[in-house]
């Protein structure tokens, strides 16, 4: 034990001692290990967000939602859902207790007193905050006379109070919206950003059947429904029957596109996933590149530095140090280098992720498992690029060596 510890405390002598080469074996391997750093937690950041998503979303919910790529490539509508095809669904699914339906007009510009503000008309329900789970947090929810009566009243988001108002209570205000005026009877919860870094909170909730005869010329068509159902493990069965049954009541031949896109949960995951894919993937190359780059300087170091204490290594030997001795000290101060190394290399990681998100607005999440990844990982490298020049030091005959 006296024996081990001596070796652990020349390392750390040898360590100290060797400045430039302990500076230079650090930076190579903290390079590397913070590549590492950060796409652990991207990844791990990203399946956290995921579920987040998923639980905003709604792990009973889907969308369905008018048009699919497939469907306008061979010239087919871009609205192709209609209102009864939501009462369709209300009728042929009892699962489905909620059916929302939605449509949209984008940059719209809307004003009150001298504010002037473009944003985001959603056309909805009475179920719109239910089905969202979207509380309104002032005033009063839409009502189905609302809807029945194509009254010009809404919700309004977060983001469109504070550029309009500035400060004033907008519950029972009246805003001009494209020139029509529409009564404010209630302000929604603030829900933040999106994934992609848009703000939830960038919008008005009218009647469905106003946005549809004053802002769209529109009687049938649709964007979108949301749908939730009583059991969320019924997500994959329900998906595919509503596929079918769609498919049916539109017409569409066998080997047509499908006219429409369904959106589940799994979707989402699945999206995020591959997004963070992409990253992880160029990082993953980075930070390989740059473990083999650092552990190509260790071993070049190590090997000047036997080379430069050859004589050293031979009074170690003649005064009774064994070959184990010798390669276990080189191996000592490869491995508290390159753990030194991984420490700095977390800490870089952890600087660079909060850049990452700061610029990019990328998921990152920390916990033990970068650390300890990255730890293992500075050992291997120490351990696998130190191990020749620890025994070529250990192999020196110890009269050639003080002679050297």
């Known amino acids: 034990m006296d024996r081990f510890l001596g070796i652990i405390r020349q390392s750390v002598s040898a360590v100290r001692a060797f400045k430039l080469r302990t500076l230079f074996c650090l930076i190579s391997v903290s390079l590397g290990i913070s590549s590492v750093t950060i796409i652990v937690a991207a990844t791990e950041g990203a399946y956290q967000k ?3 998503i998923v639980e905003m979303f709604g792990p009973d919910s889907l969308l369905l939602l008018s048009g699919s790529d497939e469907a306008r490539a061979v010239g087919q509508r871009d609205k192709t859902i209609t209102l009864d095809d939501g009462q369709a669904i209300r009728e042929a699914f009892p699962i489905a207790y909620l059916v929302t339906p939605m449509t949209s007009v984008r940059d719209v510009t809307v004003s009150y007193k001298n504010n002037k503000y473009q944003t985001f008309i959603v056309g909805s329900t009475d179920d719109y905050s239910r089905t969202w789970t979207w509380p309104v947090v002032q005033g009063s929810d839409l009502t189905q006379e609302d809807v029945r009566g194509l009254r010009n009243v809404g919700l309004i988001g977060q983001k469109v109070v504070d550029e309009l108002f500035q400060g004033e209570d907008p519950v029972g205000k009246y805003i001009f919206v494209r020139g029509i005026p529409v009564q404010i009877v209630g302000v929604l919860m603030e829900r933040g950003t999106s994934p992609t870094g848009a703000s939830l909170d960038d919008r008005i909730v009218l009647p469905v059947t106003t946005v549809m005869r004053k802002f769209q010329n529109e009687t049938k068509y649709v964007n979108a429904f949301r749908i939730r159902i009583d059991d969320q493990r019924r997500i994959p069965e329900f998906e595919e029957e509503l596929r079918i049954f769609l498919r049916e009541r539109h017409g569409l031949q066998p080997g047509q596109p499908d006219d429409f896109r369904i959106i589940t949960p799994k979707e989402i995951t699945r999206f995020l996933v591959a997004l963070t894919g992409s990253l992880v993937a160029f990082l993953g190359i980075v930070g390989v590149i740059s473990l083999i780059v650092a552990g190509f300087v260790l071993a070049n170091l190590f090997l000047l530095s036997v080379r430069e204490r050859t004589s050293e290594i ?19 101060e490869a491995v508290i280098i390159t753990t030194l190394g991984g420490i700095a290399g977390f800490m870089l990681g952890v600087g660079a992720s909060k850049l990452l998100t700061i610029v990019a607005r990328f998921p990152v999440h920390f916990s033990w498992r970068p650390f300890a990844i990255g730890l293992v990982l500075s050992w291997v490298i120490g351990i696998a690029f130190g191990l020749q020049p620890a025994s070529k030091a250990a192999n020196l005959k110890p009269i050639e060596a003080i002679k050297g």
């Open 50 to 52: 995921a579920f987040e």
């Open 314 to 332: 031979g009074i170690r030997r003649s005064v009774g140090a064994k070959k184990r001795d010798i390669m276990l000290q080189f191996l000592g």
